[in-house]
């Protein structure tokens, strides 16, 4: 079992929705959370990092950790067709030597 | 915000031959790098740490005599893919760490051996 679990898609929605990501996580221990967004040929972005569970905003985005169930997400209100790309869940768990762990990500495409 | 510049953002070499890509923060200290290689349509696989003035640590797997890193300053690291082959092509990532959240990647290195 991979430490932290994302699905591949693609996930395809319609310009103006809302997309929702998800990962799983199976180390209790993790602490830190990120959000990156990686478009083809491009190094990751970073969009999101949190640290407890809970909601946090940033414009269009909303990152949300719920340590209970070890589950993490990120949603994109009013999506548009520049947010096509794919989206990585990371955590930094403890111990780790400062070595991030990645989800597979999630290929996102909005259409017009 | 912080800023990390990869180059090149692109090579072709012939197999055999030697590549160099170099990875610098621009506008902090990076103690730390990361080197990541990631096929397409898969997620980044870490190659190996890259700590300030000492030896790299590799990840499992990875051939510490083919993936030569270099961290001599604390703004510059370098990766060397030596006698390069076919199988190495892939697309090629740095990373620096500032904080618990704060890390930044580079624009990525498509290599291409032919």
Sequence with gaps: QKEV???PGPLSVPEGAIVSLNCTYSNSAFQYFMWYRQYSRKGPELLMYTYS???K????FTAQVDKSSK???LFIRDSQPSDSATYLCASLPPAA??????G???RVLVKP | GAVVSQHPSWVICKSGTSVKIECRSLDFQATTMFWYRQFPKQSLMLMATSN???KATYEQGVEKDKFLINHASLTLSTLTVTSAHPEDSSFYICSARQGPGGYTFG???RLTVV
């Design chain 1, 5 to 7: 679990e994302q699905d």
């Design chain 1, 57 to 60: 905003e940033d414009g269009r």
């Design chain 1, 71 to 73: 589950y993490i997400s």
């Design chain 1, 104 to 106: 597979g990500g999630t």
């Design chain 1, 53 to 55: 569970s809970g909601n």
């Design chain 2, 107 to 109: 624009s990525g290195t």
């Design chain 2, 52 to 54: 300030e003035g000492s």
């Design chain 1, 97 to 102: 030597g400062n070595k991030l762990t990645f």
